[in-house]
């Protein structure tokens, strides 16, 4: 719902995809190409062959280094070697230069904030290459991001910088939850690396989020939606229409005037999560503290109100009380005329 950046993050990961996943995927298209310019079938990891393609001649020494350590690296008992060798021998060289071309296309896609994307075929391999080896083994690992030499990054510094670079603590997804402990800390793809995998790398598909919201049943998962909003485009909670039953105890969401952010909101199920009686009692009482504050600090009421909201936007729920702040105001002054006139 906050409109968000990552900045930071991105500019590691498109290190890590100028490094280690564009070139990996050009030595597997030069291997195709060997192959089939060879008259017999390829050794591929035997003889190294990865070694004598032009894509790996052309990269600086630390690079090749690079390259070389991740070849041996070994993910439920596959070799990466080994998984190129049987990319190289499944696809034909057409099928992988479409695949390239869907790689390159989807991810400037995401660079320039178009989340509305087809789901295309992927083969098992390349998920198996993006997903367990890039995203789940080498994401986080030390030894690769020394051998990059940008410096630290892990799953905590990956979070850090996102906190850092939007100074915020509250789910930026649903505004309900905080990310304040570890454990209540997910990164989330938003379009979902099972469909995906070519985007399981790219900062601006990774969105550090409250659990719920990473989770199928309570939030997104792997579900996908088109056309859709994110976080990274708009400030989406300024979109929303939020209503408060106090008779009922209950909250309703109106979005349904542009159907990016109705599907937004359908996607993470925030009509549901916001009806639960948990969030209408936490509306209420950071209300009721609100009312308590402005009645000391008449001054506050006005336009700067909604700055001084927003201030208090890592308690969460800031979205729903800036729209309703002004008729719970009147809402307290009706109770207060009923009280005095009751007791005359
Ligand atoms: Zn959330």
């Not at 100074?167 to 454990?183: A, G, H, N, R």
């Amino acid at each position: 719902m906050w409109k968000i950046e990552n900045k930071k993050n991105d500019e590691f990961l498109l290190e890590f995809e100028k490094l280690v996943i564009r070139p990996i995927f050009k030595i597997i298209l030069d291997l195709k190409r060997l192959e089939l310019e060879s008259e017999k079938p390829l050794n591929i990891n035997e003889e190294q062959l990865w070694k004598y393609t032009n894509t790996y001649k052309d990269q600086s020494l630390e690079v090749q280094k690079l390259i070389s350590n991740l070849m041996k690296k070994k993910v439920s008992k596959i070799v990466l070697f080994d998984l190129v060798a049987k990319i190289v021998q499944e696809e034909g060289l057409l099928d992988l230069l479409k695949l390239y071309r869907l790689y390159i296309n989807q991810n400037n896609k995401v660079h320039q904030k178009c989340y509305s994307l087809e789901i295309k075929n992927i083969p098992e391999t390349f998920k198996i290459l993006f997903n367990q080896f890039y995203y789940t083994a080498f994401f986080d690992n030390v030894d690769i991001w020394a051998l990059i030499g940008k410096g630290e990054f892990t799953r905590k510094t990956f979070h850090e910088n996102f906190k850092k670079e939007n100074k915020i603590m509250v789910c930026p997804y649903c505004d309900i939850d905080t990310t304040i402990s570890i454990s209540n800390n997910s990164v989330e793809h938003f379009l979902p690396k099972s469909k995906f995998p070519f985007l399981s790398m790219n900062a601006m598909n990774l969105i550090p989020s409250c659990t719920a919201c990473n989770k199928s049943y309570e939030g997104k998962g792997e579900t996908t939606l088109s056309p859709i909003t994110m976080p990274y485009n708009e400030q989406i909670g300024d979109s929303i229409e939020f209503k408060i039953d106090y008779l009922n105890g209950r909250i309703t969401l109106n979005s349904d005037k542009n159907i990016n952010i109705l599907n937004y909101v359908k996607l993470l199920k925030l009509k549901e999560r916001y009806s639960q009686l948990n969030v209408y009692i936490a509306v209420d009482s950071k209300m009721e503290s609100l009312y308590s504050t402005l009645s000391q600090s008449p001054q506050l009421i006005g336009k700067r109100m909604y700055e001084y909201i927003e201030l208090q936007k890592n308690s969460g729920l800031t979205f729903i009380v800036k729209n309703n702040i002004y008729e719970y105001l009147r809402y307290r002054k009706y109770l207060n005329t009923q009280k005095k006139n009751y007791k005359k």
